[in-house]
Protein backbone atom coordinates (compact mmCIF):
# COMPACT_ATOMS: atom_id res chain seq x y z
CA UNK A 1 0.00 0.00 0.00
CA UNK A 2 2.87 2.32 0.79
CA UNK A 3 5.18 1.33 -1.53
CA UNK A 4 4.77 4.08 -4.09
CA UNK A 5 5.47 7.71 -2.62
CA UNK A 6 2.46 10.37 -2.73
CA UNK A 7 4.52 12.39 -5.39
CA UNK A 8 5.17 9.37 -7.33
CA UNK A 9 1.39 8.48 -7.40
CA UNK A 10 0.20 11.54 -8.32
CA UNK A 11 2.74 11.63 -11.10
CA UNK A 12 1.79 8.54 -12.24
CA UNK A 13 -1.84 9.14 -12.10
CA UNK A 14 -0.86 12.72 -14.36
CA UNK A 15 0.80 10.19 -16.65
CA UNK A 16 -2.14 7.72 -17.18
CA UNK A 17 -0.50 4.90 -15.60
CA UNK A 18 -1.77 2.36 -12.82
CA UNK A 19 -1.59 3.46 -9.33
CA UNK A 20 -2.54 1.37 -6.18
CA UNK A 21 -5.26 4.02 -5.54
CA UNK A 22 -6.38 7.27 -6.50
CA UNK A 23 -4.19 10.80 -4.68
CA UNK A 24 -6.04 13.15 -2.82
CA UNK A 25 -5.11 16.52 -3.18
CA UNK A 26 -5.65 20.15 -3.19
CA UNK A 27 -3.32 21.48 -5.64
CA UNK A 28 -2.96 25.66 -4.04
CA UNK A 29 -4.44 28.72 -5.34
CA UNK A 30 -8.09 29.23 -5.54
CA UNK A 31 -8.55 25.64 -4.41
CA UNK A 32 -6.16 25.79 -0.96
CA UNK A 33 -6.83 24.01 2.15
CA UNK A 34 -5.59 27.03 4.41
CA UNK A 35 -8.64 26.37 6.74
CA UNK A 36 -9.03 28.72 10.08
CA UNK A 37 -8.29 25.72 12.21
CA UNK A 38 -5.20 24.58 10.64
CA UNK A 39 -3.99 28.00 11.50
CA UNK A 40 -5.15 28.46 14.70
CA UNK A 41 -3.46 24.91 16.34
CA UNK A 42 -0.08 25.98 14.17
CA UNK A 43 2.04 29.51 14.44
CA UNK A 44 2.03 30.00 10.45
CA UNK A 45 -0.79 32.83 10.06
CA UNK A 46 -2.85 34.42 7.18
CA UNK A 47 -2.55 36.98 5.65
CA UNK A 48 0.97 37.24 6.81
CA UNK A 49 2.22 33.83 4.99
CA UNK A 50 1.21 35.06 1.70
CA UNK A 51 4.37 37.56 1.59
CA UNK A 52 6.46 35.53 3.74
CA UNK A 53 8.43 32.55 2.46
CA UNK A 54 9.71 30.85 5.24
CA UNK A 55 5.66 31.68 6.51
CA UNK A 56 4.20 30.50 3.23
CA UNK A 57 6.27 27.06 3.34
CA UNK A 58 5.64 26.60 7.03
CA UNK A 59 2.02 27.25 6.42
CA UNK A 60 2.20 24.90 3.57
CA UNK A 61 3.63 22.13 5.35
CA UNK A 62 1.11 22.60 8.44
CA UNK A 63 -2.02 22.44 6.28
CA UNK A 64 -0.45 19.21 4.10
CA UNK A 65 0.57 17.66 7.58
CA UNK A 66 -3.25 18.37 9.33
CA UNK A 67 -5.19 17.77 6.65
CA UNK A 68 -3.85 14.19 4.89
CA UNK A 69 -3.85 16.05 1.34
CA UNK A 70 -0.85 14.32 -0.42
CA UNK A 71 0.94 17.45 -1.73
CA UNK A 72 1.97 20.98 -1.05
CA UNK A 73 -0.70 23.46 -2.59
CA UNK A 74 1.14 27.47 -2.80
CA UNK A 75 0.29 29.77 -3.02
CA UNK A 76 -2.94 30.44 -1.01
CA UNK A 77 -4.72 33.07 -3.30
CA UNK A 78 -5.17 33.93 -6.82
CA UNK A 79 -4.17 37.62 -6.50
CA UNK A 80 -0.48 37.10 -7.42
CA UNK A 81 -0.70 37.41 -10.61
CA UNK A 82 -2.50 40.42 -11.03
CA UNK A 83 -1.06 42.22 -8.88
CA UNK A 84 2.56 41.79 -10.44
CA UNK A 85 0.54 43.07 -13.42
CA UNK A 86 -1.02 46.16 -11.46
CA UNK A 87 -4.20 45.59 -9.76
CA UNK A 88 -4.89 46.39 -5.95
CA UNK A 89 -5.16 43.80 -3.84
CA UNK A 90 -6.64 43.51 -0.50
CA UNK A 91 -4.82 40.52 1.27
CA UNK A 92 -7.92 39.51 3.70
CA UNK A 93 -7.50 38.11 7.00
CA UNK A 94 -7.19 34.77 8.75
CA UNK A 95 -10.97 34.07 7.49
CA UNK A 96 -10.96 35.75 4.52
CA UNK A 97 -8.90 35.52 1.21
CA UNK A 98 -6.95 38.13 -0.62
CA UNK A 99 -9.17 39.86 -3.43
CA UNK A 100 -9.01 41.87 -6.26
CA UNK A 101 -9.51 45.83 -4.69
CA UNK A 102 -9.11 47.26 -7.54
CA UNK A 103 -8.86 46.45 -11.39
CA UNK A 104 -6.44 49.32 -12.51
CA UNK A 105 -7.52 49.67 -16.59
CA UNK A 106 -11.09 50.02 -17.79
CA UNK A 107 -10.52 48.29 -21.04
CA UNK A 108 -8.49 45.75 -23.03
CA UNK A 109 -7.45 48.55 -25.14
CA UNK A 110 -6.27 50.85 -22.09
CA UNK A 111 -3.54 48.11 -20.51
CA UNK A 112 -0.07 49.28 -20.10
CA UNK A 113 2.30 46.40 -20.99
CA UNK A 114 5.04 45.91 -18.40
CA UNK A 115 8.23 44.73 -19.87
CA UNK A 116 8.74 41.15 -19.96
CA UNK A 117 8.84 38.97 -17.06
CA UNK A 118 7.52 41.42 -14.51
CA UNK A 119 5.58 38.63 -12.45
CA UNK A 120 8.83 36.22 -11.66
CA UNK A 121 10.16 39.93 -10.43
CA UNK A 122 7.90 40.73 -7.77
CA UNK A 123 8.10 40.11 -3.82
CA UNK A 124 5.59 37.72 -3.54
CA UNK A 125 6.34 35.64 -6.71
CA UNK A 126 9.85 35.75 -5.27
CA UNK A 127 8.25 33.94 -1.72
CA UNK A 128 5.79 31.84 -3.96
CA UNK A 129 9.23 30.37 -5.96
CA UNK A 130 11.29 30.26 -2.26
CA UNK A 131 8.42 28.26 -0.88
CA UNK A 132 7.89 25.78 -3.58
CA UNK A 133 12.04 25.90 -3.39
CA UNK A 134 12.46 24.96 0.23
CA UNK A 135 9.45 22.63 0.28
CA UNK A 136 10.51 20.34 -2.53
CA UNK A 137 14.24 20.49 -1.24
CA UNK A 138 13.38 19.11 2.27
CA UNK A 139 10.99 16.89 1.26
CA UNK A 140 10.76 14.75 -2.18
CA UNK A 141 8.07 12.44 -1.38
CA UNK A 142 5.77 15.03 -1.25
CA UNK A 143 4.48 16.96 -4.71
CA UNK A 144 5.03 20.44 -4.22
CA UNK A 145 2.11 21.71 -6.78
CA UNK A 146 2.84 25.46 -8.33
CA UNK A 147 -0.50 27.13 -8.73
CA UNK A 148 -1.26 29.63 -11.42
CA UNK A 149 -3.95 31.37 -12.34
CA UNK A 150 -4.88 30.91 -15.74
CA UNK A 151 -4.28 33.53 -18.41
CA UNK A 152 -8.55 34.92 -18.97
CA UNK A 153 -8.99 34.55 -15.21
CA UNK A 154 -5.86 37.14 -14.92
CA UNK A 155 -6.78 39.30 -17.86
CA UNK A 156 -10.53 39.88 -15.85
CA UNK A 157 -8.15 40.52 -12.76
CA UNK A 158 -6.13 43.45 -14.72
CA UNK A 159 -9.20 44.48 -16.86
CA UNK A 160 -12.67 45.48 -15.62
CA UNK A 161 -14.44 41.98 -15.44
CA UNK A 162 -17.51 43.58 -17.40
CA UNK A 163 -16.14 46.17 -20.17
CA UNK A 164 -13.79 42.76 -20.32
CA UNK A 165 -16.37 40.03 -21.07
CA UNK A 166 -18.09 43.03 -23.72
CA UNK A 167 -14.49 43.28 -25.63
CA UNK A 168 -14.13 39.58 -25.97
CA UNK A 169 -16.93 40.77 -28.62
CA UNK A 170 -16.20 43.93 -29.96
CA UNK A 171 -12.20 44.42 -29.55
CA UNK A 172 -11.31 41.06 -30.30
CA UNK A 173 -7.94 42.20 -31.70
CA UNK A 174 -7.21 43.78 -28.34
CA UNK A 175 -8.45 41.18 -26.56
CA UNK A 176 -5.78 39.01 -28.03
CA UNK A 177 -2.98 41.59 -27.46
CA UNK A 178 -3.85 41.59 -23.83
CA UNK A 179 -4.25 37.60 -23.32
CA UNK A 180 -1.14 37.18 -25.43
CA UNK A 181 0.99 39.45 -22.74
CA UNK A 182 -0.89 37.83 -19.80
CA UNK A 183 -0.24 34.26 -20.99
CA UNK A 184 3.67 35.18 -21.79
CA UNK A 185 4.06 36.73 -18.43
CA UNK A 186 2.02 33.55 -17.17
CA UNK A 187 4.49 31.36 -18.98
CA UNK A 188 7.16 32.49 -17.33
CA UNK A 189 6.30 32.60 -14.09
CA UNK A 190 5.21 28.80 -14.18
CA UNK A 191 8.68 27.77 -15.46
CA UNK A 192 10.10 29.91 -12.47
CA UNK A 193 8.11 27.37 -10.20
CA UNK A 194 9.50 24.42 -12.72
CA UNK A 195 12.84 25.67 -12.10
CA UNK A 196 12.27 26.20 -8.00
CA UNK A 197 11.12 22.17 -7.37
CA UNK A 198 7.24 21.96 -8.41
CA UNK A 199 6.21 18.72 -9.69
CA UNK A 200 2.86 20.02 -10.88
CA UNK A 201 1.64 23.03 -11.95
CA UNK A 202 -1.87 23.66 -11.52
CA UNK A 203 -3.95 25.95 -13.68
CA UNK A 204 -7.07 27.25 -12.50
CA UNK A 205 -9.53 29.68 -14.05
CA UNK A 206 -12.32 30.51 -13.09
CA UNK A 207 -13.45 33.30 -15.85
CA UNK A 208 -13.19 30.79 -18.20
CA UNK A 209 -16.11 29.08 -17.72
CA UNK A 210 -18.83 27.46 -20.10
CA UNK A 211 -21.41 29.35 -18.60
CA UNK A 212 -19.77 32.71 -18.50
CA UNK A 213 -18.39 32.19 -22.14
CA UNK A 214 -20.21 29.61 -23.97
CA UNK A 215 -18.76 27.78 -26.03
CA UNK A 216 -17.59 29.84 -29.23
CA UNK A 217 -15.90 32.74 -27.06
CA UNK A 218 -14.04 29.70 -25.01
CA UNK A 219 -12.82 27.94 -28.14
CA UNK A 220 -11.40 31.81 -29.35
CA UNK A 221 -10.49 33.03 -25.84
CA UNK A 222 -10.01 30.82 -23.56
CA UNK A 223 -8.65 27.40 -24.85
CA UNK A 224 -5.52 28.55 -26.86
CA UNK A 225 -4.30 30.33 -24.19
CA UNK A 226 -4.82 27.58 -22.12
CA UNK A 227 -2.90 25.35 -24.39
CA UNK A 228 -0.12 27.40 -24.65
CA UNK A 229 0.09 27.97 -21.11
CA UNK A 230 0.23 24.06 -20.46
CA UNK A 231 2.41 23.69 -23.51
CA UNK A 232 4.84 25.84 -21.98
CA UNK A 233 4.80 24.07 -18.34
CA UNK A 234 4.94 20.71 -20.39
CA UNK A 235 8.31 22.10 -22.22
CA UNK A 236 9.62 23.01 -18.64
CA UNK A 237 9.12 19.48 -17.66
CA UNK A 238 6.27 18.71 -15.64
CA UNK A 239 2.39 17.73 -15.58
CA UNK A 240 -0.44 20.58 -15.61
CA UNK A 241 -3.47 19.88 -14.10
CA UNK A 242 -6.31 22.39 -15.65
CA UNK A 243 -9.35 22.84 -13.03
CA UNK A 244 -12.36 24.71 -15.04
CA UNK A 245 -15.09 26.09 -12.60
CA UNK A 246 -19.02 25.68 -13.35
CA UNK A 247 -21.26 23.33 -15.37
CA UNK A 248 -19.43 22.26 -18.27
CA UNK A 249 -22.72 21.17 -20.78
CA UNK A 250 -22.15 23.98 -23.26
CA UNK A 251 -18.22 22.93 -23.79
CA UNK A 252 -17.72 19.37 -23.84
CA UNK A 253 -15.83 19.42 -27.01
CA UNK A 254 -13.79 22.30 -25.95
CA UNK A 255 -12.79 20.48 -23.19
CA UNK A 256 -11.50 17.37 -25.12
CA UNK A 257 -9.25 19.95 -26.95
CA UNK A 258 -7.62 20.86 -23.36
CA UNK A 259 -3.80 20.14 -23.36
CA UNK A 260 -3.71 19.45 -19.69
CA UNK A 261 -2.30 16.02 -18.11
CA UNK A 262 -5.95 16.27 -15.99
CA UNK A 263 -9.27 18.14 -15.95
CA UNK A 264 -10.19 19.33 -12.69
CA UNK A 265 -14.27 20.53 -12.09
CA UNK A 266 -16.85 21.55 -10.03
CA UNK A 267 -19.24 19.37 -8.23
CA UNK A 268 -22.17 19.91 -10.68
CA UNK A 269 -20.33 17.97 -13.15
CA UNK A 270 -20.60 14.09 -13.55
CA UNK A 271 -16.97 12.48 -13.98
CA UNK A 272 -18.09 9.49 -14.83
CA UNK A 273 -20.36 10.44 -17.69
CA UNK A 274 -17.38 13.29 -19.03
CA UNK A 275 -14.99 10.29 -18.72
CA UNK A 276 -17.42 8.19 -20.77
CA UNK A 277 -17.43 11.31 -23.01
CA UNK A 278 -13.89 11.73 -23.89
CA UNK A 279 -11.71 8.74 -23.82
CA UNK A 280 -8.73 8.92 -22.33
CA UNK A 281 -9.47 11.95 -20.02
CA UNK A 282 -7.84 11.88 -16.88
CA UNK A 283 -9.94 13.23 -14.50
CA UNK A 284 -9.92 15.24 -10.77
CA UNK A 285 -12.17 16.40 -8.66
CA UNK A 286 -15.01 16.74 -7.44
CA UNK A 287 -15.95 16.24 -3.63
CA UNK A 288 -18.76 19.38 -2.81
CA UNK A 289 -17.23 22.00 -0.75
CA UNK A 290 -20.76 22.87 0.25
CA UNK A 291 -20.57 19.54 2.22
CA UNK A 292 -17.09 19.75 3.24
CA UNK A 293 -18.18 22.70 5.50
CA UNK A 294 -21.83 21.96 6.50
CA UNK A 295 -21.71 18.57 6.46
CA UNK A 296 -20.21 15.75 9.17
CA UNK A 297 -17.40 13.13 9.23
CA UNK A 298 -19.87 10.35 8.40
CA UNK A 299 -21.81 12.28 5.35
CA UNK A 300 -18.10 13.25 4.17
CA UNK A 301 -17.37 9.72 3.84
CA UNK A 302 -20.49 8.19 2.36
CA UNK A 303 -19.72 10.96 -0.29
CA UNK A 304 -16.43 10.02 -0.88
CA UNK A 305 -17.16 6.65 -0.96
CA UNK A 306 -20.12 6.87 -3.94
CA UNK A 307 -17.52 9.19 -5.79
CA UNK A 308 -14.62 6.60 -5.90
CA UNK A 309 -17.13 4.34 -7.59
CA UNK A 310 -16.75 7.02 -10.54
CA UNK A 311 -13.73 5.96 -11.05
CA UNK A 312 -11.87 9.59 -10.29
CA UNK A 313 -8.30 9.32 -11.18
CA UNK A 314 -7.43 12.12 -8.57
CA UNK A 315 -9.24 13.19 -5.67
CA UNK A 316 -9.85 16.39 -4.81
CA UNK A 317 -12.27 19.28 -3.63
CA UNK A 318 -14.86 20.28 -5.93
CA UNK A 319 -13.89 24.05 -6.01
CA UNK A 320 -12.71 26.40 -3.59
CA UNK A 321 -12.58 25.43 0.57
CA UNK A 322 -14.65 27.77 2.80
CA UNK A 323 -11.83 28.73 5.38
CA UNK A 324 -14.42 27.61 7.93
CA UNK A 325 -14.41 24.56 7.02
CA UNK A 326 -13.89 21.57 9.98
CA UNK A 327 -11.07 20.21 9.78
CA UNK A 328 -12.73 16.82 10.74
CA UNK A 329 -14.58 16.73 7.17
CA UNK A 330 -11.16 17.52 5.86
CA UNK A 331 -9.61 14.58 7.13
CA UNK A 332 -12.59 12.42 7.11
CA UNK A 333 -12.16 13.32 3.15
CA UNK A 334 -8.40 12.58 2.65
CA UNK A 335 -8.59 9.69 5.12
CA UNK A 336 -11.71 8.03 3.33
CA UNK A 337 -9.66 7.76 0.72
CA UNK A 338 -6.64 6.02 1.23
CA UNK A 339 -8.92 3.27 3.16
CA UNK A 340 -11.38 3.14 0.05
CA UNK A 341 -8.95 2.57 -2.25
CA UNK B 1 -42.45 52.80 -40.96
CA UNK B 2 -45.46 51.84 -39.01
CA UNK B 3 -45.38 51.80 -34.75
CA UNK B 4 -45.37 48.17 -34.97
CA UNK B 5 -42.59 47.39 -37.71
CA UNK B 6 -40.48 49.99 -35.87
CA UNK B 7 -41.09 48.44 -32.85
CA UNK B 8 -39.84 45.00 -34.01
CA UNK B 9 -37.06 46.22 -35.42
CA UNK B 10 -35.68 47.64 -32.74
CA UNK B 11 -36.06 44.96 -30.74
CA UNK B 12 -34.70 42.49 -33.38
CA UNK B 13 -31.02 45.54 -33.43
CA UNK B 14 -31.18 44.89 -29.58
CA UNK B 15 -30.89 41.15 -29.97
CA UNK B 16 -28.25 41.38 -32.60
CA UNK B 17 -26.36 43.74 -30.60
CA UNK B 18 -26.19 46.08 -33.13
CA UNK B 19 -26.01 49.52 -31.84
CA UNK B 20 -26.25 51.38 -35.14
CA UNK B 21 -29.27 49.96 -36.13
CA UNK B 22 -30.77 51.08 -32.64
CA UNK B 23 -29.59 54.51 -32.50
CA UNK B 24 -31.24 54.99 -35.97
CA UNK B 25 -34.38 53.48 -35.15
CA UNK B 26 -34.63 54.93 -32.06
CA UNK B 27 -34.09 58.53 -33.80
CA UNK B 28 -36.77 57.81 -36.16
CA UNK B 29 -39.44 57.38 -33.31
CA UNK B 30 -38.38 60.54 -32.17
CA UNK B 31 -38.73 62.40 -35.74
CA UNK B 32 -41.95 60.24 -36.23
CA UNK B 33 -43.18 61.48 -32.49
CA UNK B 34 -43.97 58.07 -31.31
CA UNK B 35 -44.73 57.86 -27.93
CA UNK B 36 -40.96 57.20 -26.04
CA UNK B 37 -42.30 55.21 -23.13
CA UNK B 38 -44.26 52.74 -25.55
CA UNK B 39 -40.60 52.73 -27.93
CA UNK B 40 -38.96 51.34 -25.21
CA UNK B 41 -41.28 49.33 -23.33
CA UNK B 42 -42.46 47.73 -26.47
CA UNK B 43 -39.23 48.00 -28.91
CA UNK B 44 -36.07 47.70 -26.45
CA UNK B 45 -37.00 46.23 -23.93
CA UNK B 46 -39.16 43.44 -25.03
CA UNK B 47 -35.18 42.87 -27.45
CA UNK B 48 -33.82 42.27 -24.08
CA UNK B 49 -36.64 39.94 -22.82
CA UNK B 50 -35.24 37.97 -25.95
CA UNK B 51 -32.18 38.36 -25.25
CA UNK B 52 -32.39 37.10 -22.21
CA UNK B 53 -34.57 33.88 -22.99
CA UNK B 54 -31.52 33.61 -25.25
CA UNK B 55 -29.06 33.71 -22.30
CA UNK B 56 -31.62 30.96 -20.25
CA UNK B 57 -31.69 28.72 -23.49
CA UNK B 58 -27.81 28.85 -23.37
CA UNK B 59 -27.91 30.38 -26.83
CA UNK B 60 -26.32 33.28 -25.60
CA UNK B 61 -23.66 33.69 -23.05
CA UNK B 62 -22.50 36.56 -20.91
CA UNK B 63 -20.50 38.77 -23.57
CA UNK B 64 -23.87 38.27 -25.69
CA UNK B 65 -25.90 39.55 -23.08
CA UNK B 66 -23.91 42.80 -22.20
CA UNK B 67 -23.63 43.87 -25.84
CA UNK B 68 -27.21 43.55 -25.79
CA UNK B 69 -27.83 45.45 -23.03
CA UNK B 70 -25.22 48.17 -24.36
CA UNK B 71 -27.56 48.27 -27.34
CA UNK B 72 -30.54 49.19 -25.69
CA UNK B 73 -28.65 51.99 -23.44
CA UNK B 74 -28.00 53.14 -26.54
CA UNK B 75 -31.99 53.41 -27.53
CA UNK B 76 -32.92 54.53 -24.10
CA UNK B 77 -30.39 57.37 -24.31
CA UNK B 78 -31.92 58.71 -27.16
CA UNK B 79 -35.91 58.30 -26.22
CA UNK B 80 -35.48 59.15 -22.58
CA UNK B 81 -35.72 62.92 -22.90
CA UNK B 82 -38.68 62.72 -24.95
CA UNK B 83 -41.00 61.18 -22.50
CA UNK B 84 -43.55 62.66 -20.78
CA UNK B 85 -43.71 63.13 -17.05
CA UNK B 86 -46.93 61.40 -16.61
CA UNK B 87 -45.67 58.04 -17.60
CA UNK B 88 -43.11 58.16 -15.10
CA UNK B 89 -45.28 55.79 -13.01
CA UNK B 90 -43.22 54.73 -9.89
CA UNK B 91 -40.94 51.91 -10.68
CA UNK B 92 -40.07 49.54 -7.72
CA UNK B 93 -37.34 49.74 -5.96
CA UNK B 94 -34.56 46.41 -5.59
CA UNK B 95 -31.55 46.68 -3.55
CA UNK B 96 -29.08 44.44 -4.86
CA UNK B 97 -25.21 43.40 -3.90
CA UNK B 98 -22.67 40.50 -3.63
CA UNK B 99 -22.00 39.44 0.10
CA UNK B 100 -19.63 40.05 2.10
CA UNK B 101 -16.35 38.23 1.32
CA UNK B 102 -17.64 38.07 -2.09
CA UNK B 103 -15.98 40.37 -4.85
CA UNK B 104 -17.49 38.00 -8.07
CA UNK B 105 -19.87 40.14 -9.49
CA UNK B 106 -20.69 39.38 -12.85
CA UNK B 107 -23.93 37.51 -11.79
CA UNK B 108 -25.18 40.64 -9.86
CA UNK B 109 -24.48 42.59 -12.62
CA UNK B 110 -26.55 40.51 -15.14
CA UNK B 111 -29.17 40.44 -12.91
CA UNK B 112 -28.93 44.18 -12.41
CA UNK B 113 -29.15 44.80 -15.77
CA UNK B 114 -31.93 42.30 -16.87
CA UNK B 115 -34.09 44.27 -14.05
CA UNK B 116 -33.47 47.84 -14.86
CA UNK B 117 -34.33 47.15 -18.70
CA UNK B 118 -37.64 45.50 -17.28
CA UNK B 119 -38.76 48.78 -15.97
CA UNK B 120 -37.26 48.03 -11.88
CA UNK B 121 -35.16 50.85 -10.11
CA UNK B 122 -32.33 49.05 -9.02
CA UNK B 123 -29.62 50.26 -5.66
CA UNK B 124 -26.75 48.65 -6.61
CA UNK B 125 -24.61 47.92 -3.24
CA UNK B 126 -21.73 46.47 -5.48
CA UNK B 127 -19.86 43.86 -4.00
CA UNK B 128 -18.68 42.44 -0.69
CA UNK B 129 -21.35 44.20 0.85
CA UNK B 130 -21.48 43.75 4.71
CA UNK B 131 -24.73 41.88 5.85
CA UNK B 132 -26.05 44.82 7.80
CA UNK B 133 -25.57 47.29 4.76
CA UNK B 134 -28.45 45.46 3.27
CA UNK B 135 -30.75 46.01 5.61
CA UNK B 136 -29.96 49.53 5.99
CA UNK B 137 -29.68 50.20 2.30
CA UNK B 138 -33.50 48.57 2.02
CA UNK B 139 -35.37 50.26 4.76
CA UNK B 140 -33.63 54.06 3.60
CA UNK B 141 -34.24 53.53 0.08
CA UNK B 142 -38.08 52.46 1.09
CA UNK B 143 -37.11 49.29 -1.45
CA UNK B 144 -39.62 45.97 -1.54
CA UNK B 145 -36.76 43.81 -2.63
CA UNK B 146 -33.60 42.72 -1.28
CA UNK B 147 -31.80 40.32 -3.96
CA UNK B 148 -28.30 38.71 -2.41
CA UNK B 149 -25.36 37.11 -4.44
CA UNK B 150 -23.04 35.11 -3.54
CA UNK B 151 -20.42 32.80 -5.81
CA UNK B 152 -18.57 31.31 -2.81
CA UNK B 153 -19.76 28.55 -0.52
CA UNK B 154 -17.77 30.03 1.90
CA UNK B 155 -19.82 33.70 1.87
CA UNK B 156 -23.07 31.70 1.55
CA UNK B 157 -23.69 32.38 5.41
CA UNK B 158 -23.63 35.56 4.94
CA UNK B 159 -27.16 35.87 3.46
CA UNK B 160 -28.70 33.85 6.69
CA UNK B 161 -27.38 36.42 8.18
CA UNK B 162 -29.54 39.44 6.42
CA UNK B 163 -32.20 37.24 6.74
CA UNK B 164 -31.93 36.73 10.61
CA UNK B 165 -31.05 40.97 10.99
CA UNK B 166 -34.57 41.60 9.32
CA UNK B 167 -36.25 39.34 11.58
CA UNK B 168 -34.29 40.83 14.77
CA UNK B 169 -35.38 44.29 13.83
CA UNK B 170 -38.89 43.56 13.51
CA UNK B 171 -39.26 44.35 9.56
CA UNK B 172 -38.97 40.29 8.10
CA UNK B 173 -42.29 41.34 6.31
CA UNK B 174 -41.41 44.24 4.51
CA UNK B 175 -38.79 43.17 2.31
CA UNK B 176 -38.86 40.27 -0.29
CA UNK B 177 -34.96 38.54 -0.04
CA UNK B 178 -33.81 36.70 -3.29
CA UNK B 179 -30.98 34.97 -3.10
CA UNK B 180 -28.85 33.95 -6.42
CA UNK B 181 -25.08 32.81 -7.73
CA UNK B 182 -23.19 29.79 -8.24
CA UNK B 183 -23.62 27.77 -5.34
CA UNK B 184 -26.70 28.62 -4.18
CA UNK B 185 -30.04 26.18 -4.48
CA UNK B 186 -33.70 26.52 -3.61
CA UNK B 187 -32.71 24.24 -1.10
CA UNK B 188 -30.39 26.40 0.49
CA UNK B 189 -32.88 29.35 0.26
CA UNK B 190 -35.99 27.48 2.33
CA UNK B 191 -33.32 26.69 4.98
CA UNK B 192 -32.02 29.88 5.55
CA UNK B 193 -36.33 31.71 5.13
CA UNK B 194 -35.41 33.13 1.91
CA UNK B 195 -38.57 34.24 -0.24
CA UNK B 196 -37.37 32.96 -3.33
CA UNK B 197 -33.99 31.43 -5.52
CA UNK B 198 -32.77 32.38 -8.89
CA UNK B 199 -30.88 30.50 -10.88
CA UNK B 200 -29.99 32.78 -13.30
CA UNK B 201 -30.66 36.63 -14.60
CA UNK B 202 -33.42 36.19 -16.50
CA UNK B 203 -35.39 34.11 -14.14
CA UNK B 204 -34.48 36.84 -11.60
CA UNK B 205 -37.04 39.57 -13.38
CA UNK B 206 -39.82 37.47 -13.43
CA UNK B 207 -39.18 36.59 -9.65
CA UNK B 208 -38.98 39.98 -9.00
CA UNK B 209 -42.47 40.53 -11.04
CA UNK B 210 -44.36 38.25 -9.63
CA UNK B 211 -42.58 38.74 -6.03
CA UNK B 212 -44.47 42.87 -6.43
CA UNK B 213 -47.39 41.27 -7.81
CA UNK B 214 -48.18 38.98 -4.81
CA UNK B 215 -47.29 42.21 -2.60
CA UNK B 216 -49.84 44.20 -3.86
CA UNK B 217 -52.17 41.36 -3.28
CA UNK B 218 -51.15 40.97 0.33
CA UNK B 219 -53.61 42.92 2.75
CA UNK B 220 -51.39 45.83 4.35
Known amino acids: MNSISPRERLLRSLGGKTVDRPPVICPGGMMNAAVVDVMTSGIYKLPEAHHDPDLMSGLAGNVQRETGFENFGIPFCMTVEAESLGSEVDYGSLECEPKIGREPFPSVKEVEF ?228 | MTKEKLYKGLADAVVDMDESTVARLSEEAVCNRFDAYETIDMGLAKGMERAGQLFEDEEYFVPELLMCSEALTVGVDILKPHIRRSEREDKHKIVIGVIRGDTHDIGKNLVKLMLSSAGFEVVDLGRDVPTNTFVDRAVEESARIIMISSLMTTTMEGMKEVVSILQERGIRSRFKVVIGGGPVSQGFADKIGADAYSPNANHAVRLANELVREDAREPK
Not at chain 1, 307 to 329: F, K, R, V, Y
Open chain 1, 114 to 341: RPRGVIGRTARAEAVIEAITSLSREYEDIPAIGSVTGPLSTAASIVDPMPFLKDLRREKDAAHRVLDYVCGELEDYARLMVEGGASVISIADPTATGEILGPKIFREFALPYLNRLADAVHAAGVPVIIHICGNVRSIKSELALLRGDALSVDAMVNLKALKGETPGITTMGNLSTYLLEFGNEGSVGKSVRALMNQDIDIMAPACGLSTSTPIENIRAFTSAVRETG
